[in-house]
């Protein structure tokens, strides 16, 4: 929504903006008067809803075989877009688009490639109740709840064990819950594609997004020989490496050859595939996967509390991807968009002439290329400044230089070691 007004001759007038904020969600005053954990009653009440029909804007897209288990990852610990991202309140509940939250972007994405009854989404238990709210048609079995993070290894592992348990063969389809991905049917032709190689051929298929500039916030994968014979659809490569987040120079360099995509994150592979990778590369992951399987969809919550702690945090890129022996990258040539900074946010919210992106009831003089994010019933009024982030709370103020928003989440450390928990 370009084009509002900002700074103009004599006296400016305030952003138009939406009275319904985009990246507040619910109404975050609310947010903090809820319990941080929920009772075990309190959460099968509200996963016990009768299902919703899957949105039209999902309809007809081209759902894939029964075989399809997509992973929503929901849980996280609000570090980056703090003070409005919180342990309580994680990034996938804000609003980027009017209508819909980023979780409920990513459940489109999935029911777009499976049925509901396919669809799995794993949190913590201070989020479980509230993602529950966010999908009514998540069915109550299907939500998973860690008891402590160890990173994404830790939850694949978890859902690998669900999945199997249901079909050894099945494709898991791992998806983050709180990025952008547009237009839905490009995603939906990836997902076809992953999900062929991944069955027919046993390989980890990793989500390789064409880069749009020299990023450095991404981990790239450089791509090797094509692979050929599973059908039409986006183009599949060997996986040749994974490399960490370069300097500008160095990402400009992987832009230029055309031999690099940026690591989204999203993955797919069979549920005994990456077993067996688990065996191979983390056993203790796999010796977890084999009690909550014995322990079965019952006493699933009980053994995650006792097996959980055995598994080392990591992620599944250093843990299983860089050291698998069949890998893929499937090229993903959509709109892709971690949001993993307040820099980034900017680029979602709406926005004037002078590059001010404001969700906030704001009256701006001489100020450009900054964020402001408030409760739009506070007036908030911002004079002489440039590039910067402004994120206002009910009980917290972020400002900080939009060149340094990345030094968010060393605050966000440092305000947990002072011991000042209750803002986090």
């Given at each position: 929504m370009k084009g509002n007004r900002g700074v103009g001759h004599g006296v400016p007038a305030p952003i138009a903006m939406s009275p319904v904020a985009m990246v507040w969600g619910d109404d975050q005053s609310a947010l903090f008067e809820r319990e941080s954990r929920i009772s075990e009653s309190e959460g099968l009440r509200s996963r016990n809803r009768k299902p919703k029909p899957v949105p039209e804007s999902g309809r007809g897209i081209g759902m894939t075989s029964g075989n399809m288990y997509p992973v929503i990852m929901a849980g996280g610990a609000g570090t980056r877009l703090w003070p409005k991202s919180r342990q309580a309140v994680p990034k996938?509940?804000?609003?980027?688009?009017?209508?819909?939250?980023?979780?409920?972007?990513?459940?489109?994405?999935?029911?777009a490639v499976a049925p509901p009854s396919n669809i799995l989404a794993v949190t913590s238990p201070d989020q479980a109740d509230r993602l529950m709210e966010s999908l009514p048609d998540l069915p109550r079995d299907n939500c998973l709840v860690e008891p402590m993070m160890r990173d994404t290894a830790g939850c694949?592992?978890?859902?690998?064990?669900?999945?199997?348990?249901?079909?050894?063969?099945?494709?898991?389809?791992?998806?983050?819950?709180?990025?952008?991905?547009?237009?839905?049917?490009?995603?939906?032709?990836?997902?076809?594609?992953?999900?062929?190689?991944?069955?027919?051929?046993?390989?980890?298929?990793?989500?390789?997004?064409?880069?749009?500039?020299?990023?450095?916030?991404?981990?790239?994968?450089?791509?090797?020989?094509?692979?050929?014979?599973?059908?039409?659809?986006?183009?599949?490569?060997?996986?040749?490496?994974?490399?960490?987040?370069?300097?500008?120079?160095?990402?400009?360099?992987?832009?230029?050859?055309?031999?690099?995509?940026?690591?989204?994150?999203?993955?797919?592979?069979?549920?005994?595939?990456?077993?067996?990778?688990?065996?191979?590369?983390?056993?203790?992951?796999?010796?977890?996967?084999?009690?909550?399987?014995?322990?079965?969809?019952?006493?699933?919550?009980?053994?995650?509390?006792?097996?959980?702690?055995?598994?080392?945090?990591?992620?599944?890129?250093?843990?299983?991807?860089?050291?698998?022996?069949r890998a893929a990258v499937v090229e993903a040539d959509f709109e892709w968009d971690d949001i993993g900074s307040w820099s980034s946010a900017r680029t979602h919210m709406p926005s004037d002439q002078d590059g001010n992106a404001s969700d906030a009831n704001a009256l701006l003089l001489d100020t450009r290329g900054c964020l402001i994010s408030a409760d739009p019933r506070k007036q908030v009024v911002v004079i002489g400044v440039s590039e910067l982030a402004i994120v206002d709370t009910p009980d917290a103020l972020l400002i900080c230089p939009l060149s340094r928003d990345q030094d968010v989440r060393k605050a966000v450390e440092d305000l947990r070691r002072l011991g000042r928990g209750m803002y986090l």
């Open positions: 996938w509940s804000l609003r980027f688009e009017p209508g819909r939250t980023l979780i409920q972007a990513a459940w489109e994405r999935a029911a694949i592992a978890l859902a690998a064990a669900v999945v199997a348990m249901r079909n050894p063969h099945g494709v898991m389809l791992v998806l983050p819950g709180d990025h952008v991905i547009k237009p839905l049917q490009s995603f939906v032709e990836c997902a076809r594609k992953a999900e062929r190689l991944a069955a027919e051929s046993r390989r980890l298929v990793a989500f390789g997004v064409v880069p749009r500039g020299p990023a450095t916030s991404y981990g790239y994968i450089r791509r090797g020989a094509p692979i050929e014979g599973f059908g039409d659809g986006p183009e599949a490569f060997e996986i040749e490496s994974f490399r960490e987040k370069p300097d500008e120079e160095t990402a400009r360099e992987y832009v230029e050859s055309g031999m690099y995509y940026w690591n989204a994150g999203i993955f797919a592979w069979t549920a005994e595939t990456i077993i067996e990778e688990f065996r191979r590369q983390l056993p203790e992951h796999a010796e977890a996967v084999r009690q909550f399987m014995d322990a079965g969809r019952l006493g699933l919550d009980a053994a995650a509390i006792t097996n959980y702690p055995k598994m080392r945090k990591i992620s599944i890129d250093y843990g299983v991807m860089e050291g698998a022996r």
